[in-house]
């Protein structure tokens, strides 16, 4: 079966530091994504990426983060100057299209947990 | 957007079937309700989606009320694999996925 690949599992990082998360989408998926879940919350929407350019950002995708597809296959998200609170599990999804009738392609990674000291 | 209300907890015997409500009253005419699960901090699973008929899948079953304003996620025969925190998630905004508190569902031998 398919899946979204995300790397490192786990990421410590100074404050201030700048880190990039990785993620590989499913191959003929068209539409990218990044959630993140800090301990014990919900997961929440960062920003959702579809034909080279963000579709779609919550209030937490401030200037500190950015997203891109540097190549064919890889995604991803850009932290410039992290913050304890950035500490949380981001989790990459990829999609074939838009939402219609034929949801289950949305498929998540298993996540990034970044920890930020 | 419809908004939706779940326990936020539910124990159930292994091998016995998990029975987890949602209320989705202000749910409109077109929103679809989507099942997801998390496991451990894992990433979301899709289990299941539906608009007015039951589904059913090999995962689980989706029954949703006439009304629509409820709808019940089942999965038949529980195992220890199956304690997960389950979202009901109504509707979509965008592409994207809104999540709530869900219900930890704790499956026991």
């Known amino acids: 079966e398919p899946e979204v690949t995300q790397t490192p599992s786990h990421q410590v990082t100074q404050m201030g530091q700048e880190v990039i998360l990785r993620c590989v989408p499913i191959?003929?998926?068209?539409?990218f994504y990044w959630y993140r879940q800090i301990l014990g919350q919900k997961v929440e929407f960062l920003v959702s990426?579809?034909?080279?350019?963000?579709?779609?950002k919550s209030e937490i995708f401030d200037d500190q983060f950015s997203v891109e597809r540097p190549d064919g296959s890889n995604f991803t998200l850009k932290i410039r100057s992290t913050k304890l609170e950035d500490s949380a599990m981001y989790f990459c999804?990829?999609?074939?299209?838009?939402?219609?009738?034929?949801?289950?392609?949305?498929?998540f990674g298993s996540g990034t947990r970044l920890t930020v000291v | 957007d419809a908004k939706t209300t779940q326990p936020p907890s539910m124990d159930c015997a292994e091998g016995r079937a998990a029975n987890l409500p949602c209320n989705h009253s202000?749910?409109?005419?077109?929103?679809?309700v989507y099942w997801y699960r998390q496991i451990h901090s894992q990433g979301p699973q899709y289990i299941i989606h539906?608009?007015?008929n039951n589904e059913t899948n090999e995962m689980a079953s989706l029954i949703i009320t006439e009304d629509r304003k409820s709808s019940t996620l089942i999965l038949p025969h529980a195992t220890l694999r199956d304690t997960a925190v389950y979202y009901c998630?109504?509707?979509?905004?965008?592409?994207?996925?809104?999540f709530g508190a869900g219900t930890i569902l704790r499956v026991k031998s």
């Open positions: 999804a990829s999609s074939e299209g838009p939402f219609g009738r034929d949801f289950r392609d949305y498929t």
């Open positions: 191959s003929n998926h068209l539409y």
């Open positions: 202000t749910i409109s005419g077109n929103e679809y």
């Open positions: 998630i109504v509707g979509l905004r965008g592409n994207k996925l809104v």
């Open positions: 990426f579809y034909n080279n350019e963000i579709s779609e």
């Open positions: 539906g608009l007015k």
